[in-house]
């Protein structure tokens, strides 16, 4: 901004010349924080772009409740692959419930508690038709981010996996019906595998083998304690990267919890007149070398990818993505990233019928 008044000549090229040193240095400074890859200076170069050369403080705002998106007129984006698996909801009578909590048995005696249904939608960064919570406090350009191709390439029709999906926390379940009440006797851990993530798992994996692309799904158990999952889990991952060495995506899938004890919160958004659960992809950041995650930044690009083809494919999909200082597993491979499926409160035919949209997210990600 210009000041008003006569400024000078001297002290403006003074002026201009520490500015310019100035900057130099910071890049100096931080240029090893970048590494190799076949995009690295691309994506270095938008990590590179601070607005004003300045942090931004963090995006603390709490999410917002977006109204449902109208998707009467969506189509899928010119140059992507559109082949769409059609939903067949899992028959209900195969579930079994006898280990299982059931919202229509008898509760006589228990507290009853409330469901709210929410879309959290517009907050943080707008990157395309996406939204990132950034929550670093640094600014990224991340557009061109998005736009860098991916480091790595599935190949279809492969007899060796190219995709592994697991499960840090196994045992993180689901409602068994679309309802908006919960009683006391409602825990949502289990081993049950019609309830829990597994069956989001299954459904993910089944869809990508159906479209040509290897999936290997591991069930291991890892929070039989809670503490040191991510630790067990990392381990299962080597050891199946290791026997398949063409993997070239890992998803961790969780699903979130959200809301009170006396009032859960079930994110949802609704896609060909059927309602679906919400995502959260989870991106992590290690600018500074502390967590052993190098190659974030190309984590950050699939993350980014995946967030914007789920809204221009179908809107309202996700949540905005979690960008903060982590890392969990995601230092594994440049495709590792951890997404969250719908909350507790979510019904498993809401987070099966998510699962499917996601695995078709996927192939046309993958398929760039």
């Known amino acids: 901004m210009k000041r008003k008044g006569k400024f000078p000549k001297f002290l403006k090229v003074v002026a201009s010349f520490a500015i310019v040193i100035t900057a130099v240095f ?14 690295s200076a691309a994506l270095a170069a938008a990590v590179f772009t601070l607005a004003d050369g300045e942090y931004m403080l963090s995006d603390n705002k709490e999410e917002t409740v977006a109204t449902e998106p109208d998707t009467s007129s969506v189509t899928p984006s010119a140059g992507k692959k559109t082949n769409e698996e059609s939903y067949k909801p899992v028959d209900k009578s195969i579930r079994d419930k006898s280990n299982y909590y059931d919202s229509f048995a008898d509760h006589t005696g228990e507290e009853k508690y409330s469901i709210a249904e929410k879309t959290i939608g517009a907050d943080g960064t707008q990157v395309e038709n996406c939204f990132v919570k950034n929550k670093t406090g640094l600014d990224f350009d991340f557009e061109s981010i998005l736009k860098t191709p991916l480091t790595f390439k599935v190949k279809e ?3 060796s996996p190219q995709v592994l999906i697991y499960h840090t926390h196994t045992s993180e379940g689901y409602m068994d019906e679309d309802v908006d009440y919960f009683y006391d006797s409602f825990y949502s851990r289990t081993q049950n595998e019609d309830f829990n993530v597994v069956a989001v798992g299954n459904v993910i994996a089944d869809t990508l083998n159906k479209k040509g692309i290897k999936t290997l799904h591991d069930k291991t158990v890892h929070d039989s304690t809670y503490n040191g ?11 199946d ?3 398949y ?17 006396d009032c859960k919160v079930k994110t949802v958004f609704t896609y060909d007149d059927k309602k679906a659960a919400q995502i959260m992809v989870l991106s992590g950041c290690d600018i500074y070398n502390e967590r052993g995650f190098e190659n974030w930044q190309n984590n950050l690009n699939f993350a980014l990818k995946i967030q914007n083809t789920a809204e221009t494919m179908y809107p309202g999909m996700t949540r905005p993505m979690s960008f903060d200082f982590f890392a969990y597993n995601e230092y594994v491979c440049d495709g590792s990233l951890l997404i969250e499926i719908g909350t507790d409160a979510n019904s498993i035919d809401e987070v099966e019928y998510t699962a499917q949209l996601l695995a078709n997210v996927l192939y046309n990600v993958l398929g760039e």
Not at 30 to 35: G, T
Request: charge should be negative.
């Open 26 to 39: 910071c890049l100096i400074r931080r240029l090893p924080e970048c590494f190799g890859s076949q995009n």
């Open 241 to 243: 990267m290791s026997e």
């Open 229 to 239: 999952s991510y630790d067990r889990s990392v381990q299962t991952v080597q050891s």
């Open 157 to 159: 029709n492969s007899d």
């Open 245 to 261: 060495s063409d993997i070239k995506v890992v998803l961790d899938i969780h699903r979130d919890a959200l809301g009170t004890d």
